[in-house]
């Protein structure tokens, strides 16, 4: 059966002027020297086990502007392309050089949220293609028998309690080789998990109790900035500038100066590019959490006087994130515009997943209530799944620049720096 038949390709109305069309063009003619640099890369740090990246394609540059190590969505990806999951699944199991037989997931705690678990049931499916028997054991505190969670898809989950015994952890009858994580700790260090003789990936330290967006991003400069050379480009035309203060407290008002005056530079930093590519645009800062997802504590900023005069229901908003944490830093991060839309004009964004280093598809985050400028990652908000038309991994150099494969090989150059810069952020945890 054609992919035409199991899953329309989606097609964006994307403005394709000026430089992005020329770094697009730039990537299918240096294709050769940046397959090359990858595989050199990945030889020297291996690639978290899977990840997914949050990119925006202003037209004129084209960024990464967050990267999740615990990734949901997965019932979101086409599924015509899940053989190339079990593939890359296959080979990031591998690279774990465990002769893992039996693998456990280790989930979120919330019970609620069906479409986590469709997103859950659809990972466990990919790992069982590879050959492995995987279950899924529960940190709730309250869950002492298996729970079954019965999802719309007709799939079903079965939350079994996790049993530890010394060193090891596992079900009632069934001890894992292998612990994949996809439970991104916002709530603290889970001491259930504490020098296990098993290994767990991604590693406990890529939590978010003890990861910040800014460490991540200081990473994804240096990257940007010796991928950029190697093929000869502004490394800014591929990377959100970036700074970050100390701690702060919204609803005290306490560290607001410091916020100000950095969004003040940053503004202005960001002004000095639009000139030099002349850009017609209002530079806006996206103020957000330094730690957690779900796009919670997050706002957009034209003009610093807009952090001084944030009002109760501001500051409530942005003084908590995921499961109640209180949001203490944050990260000031150069809005990045995005001038794709679906159909019906609504705004979106390309989020692009990858196991291991391969790039396995990704999705279209659509809202129809938020404009250009702003965080699609917010309630209201739906997916559209993003084919890689045969892999975006080989595009096609006859075809123009904003072709599919052509646009979905530069969304995977740029989720791969992005994946890199997270990979390089892990190994020097250890």
């Known amino acids: 059966m054609p992919l035409s038949e199991l899953q329309v390709v989606p097609h964006l109305k994307t403005a394709l002027k000026g430089p992005l069309q020329h770094l697009e063009n730039h990537l299918l003619a240096k294709q050769t020297d940046i397959e090359w640099w990858f595989r050199q890369q990945w030889q020297q740090t291996p690639a978290p086990f899977y990840s997914s990246v949050d990119l925006r394609n202003a037209g004129f540059k084209l960024a990464p502007v967050d990267t999740n190590l615990f990734p949901a969505g997965f019932n979101n990806l086409n599924s015509a392309f899940f053989p190339l999951c079990v593939q890359a699944a296959h080979a990031a199991v591998e690279r774990t050089k465990i002769t893992a037989a039996r693998l456990l997931i280790i989930p979120e705690n919330h019970t609620r949220n069906l479409s986590y678990w469709e997103s859950v049931a659809t990972l466990q499916t990919i790992l069982q293609k590879t050959g492995l028997e995987v279950r899924i054991g529960s940190m709730l505190a309250d869950l002492d028998t298996p729970q079954e969670i019965v999802l719309p898809s007709g799939q079903q989950v079965l939350l079994e ?10 079900l009632q009858d069934f001890t894992p080789c292998l612990v994949l994580l996809n439970n991104d700790l916002s709530s603290g260090h889970p001491t259930l998990l504490d020098n296990l003789h098993q290994d767990i990936v991604p590693p406990l330290h890529s939590g978010w109790y003890a990861r910040l967006k800014s460490e991540h991003f200081t990473y994804y400069r240096q990257v940007a900035k010796e991928f950029s050379a190697q093929i000869e480009i502004d490394p800014w035309l591929i990377e959100p500038l970036f700074r970050n203060c100390g701690k702060l407290d919204f609803m005290k008002k306490t560290g607001y100066e410091c916020l100000a005056d950095n969004v003040d530079a940053l503004l202005q930093a960001i002004q000095h590019k639009y000139t030099e590519y002349n850009v017609p645009h209002k530079p806006f800062v996206i103020v957000k959490a330094d730690q957690g997802t779900y796009g919670m504590g997050v706002m957009t900023i034209h003009d610093p006087e807009e952090i001084l005069a944030l009002n109760r229901k501001q500051r409530t908003r942005m003084s908590t994130s995921k499961e109640g944490q209180t949001i203490q830093k944050v990260i000031l991060q150069e809005g990045v515009y995005t ?16 196991i291991d280093h391969f790039v396995v598809g990704g999705f279209y985050r659509v809202h129809t209530e938020k404009g250009v400028n702003e965080n699609l990652n917010a309630p209201g908000m739906h997916f559209e799944p993003l084919a890689f038309e045969n892999s975006c991994m080989a595009p096609n150099c006859t075809m123009a620049p904003d072709a599919l494969p052509n646009r979905f090989y530069a969304y995977g150059v740029i989720a791969r720096l992005a ?12």
């Open 339 to 354: 001038f794709e839309t679906w159909e019906n004009e609504s705004v979106a964004e390309p989020v692009v997943y990858m």
């Open 161 to 170: 309690p996790i049993i530890r015994h010394q060193h090891c952890i596992g």
């Open 419 to 430: 994946s890199l810069a997270a990979a390089r952020e892990i190994s020097a945890q250890v």
